[in-house]
């Protein structure tokens, strides 16, 4: 599987972006999906995951009620709606896929990774 994220941007705080991520080969429907982060000089961080059919949904709690994640299994893409953006989601973020989620630490049963897409929050 091959991911492409696009979609962020600069924007003012209190303001909104939607992510997407763009996948290819026929077994997308198959993968637990998430969005990551990476801000400078920090560690990558969980932001949000969703099960192969999207019945199942994780967050971080620092965007927990601000961001939400989907997918289209048939268009084989998957969403991050932001809104109510604050300048500490300022990252690099990141959209990957696993076989499952894995609560303790989501990034370490990702398969694949695609490239980062910026958004910058200004204050």
């Known amino acids: 599987v091959q991911l492409q994220a696009s979609g962020g941007g600069l924007v003012q705080a209190g303001g909104s972006l939607r992510l997407s991520c763009a996948a290819s080969g026929s077994t997308f429907s198959s993968y637990v999906m998430g969005w990551f982060r990476q801000a400078p000089g920090k560690e990558r961080e969980f932001v949000s995951a969703?099960?192969?059919?999207?019945?199942?949904?994780y967050y971080a709690d620092s965007v927990k009620g601000r961001f939400t994640i989907s997918r289209d299994n048939g268009k084989k893409m998957v969403y991050l709606q932001m809104n109510s953006l604050k300048p500490e989601d300022t990252a690099a973020y990141y959209c990957?896929?696993?076989?499952?989620?894995?609560?303790?630490?989501?990034?370490?049963?990702?398969?694949?990774w695609g490239k980062g897409t910026q958004v910058t929050v200004s204050s």
């Open positions: 969703l099960s192969q059919t999207g019945s199942r949904l």
């Open positions: 990957a896929g696993g076989s499952y989620y894995y609560n303790q630490n989501p990034s370490a049963v990702m398969d694949y």
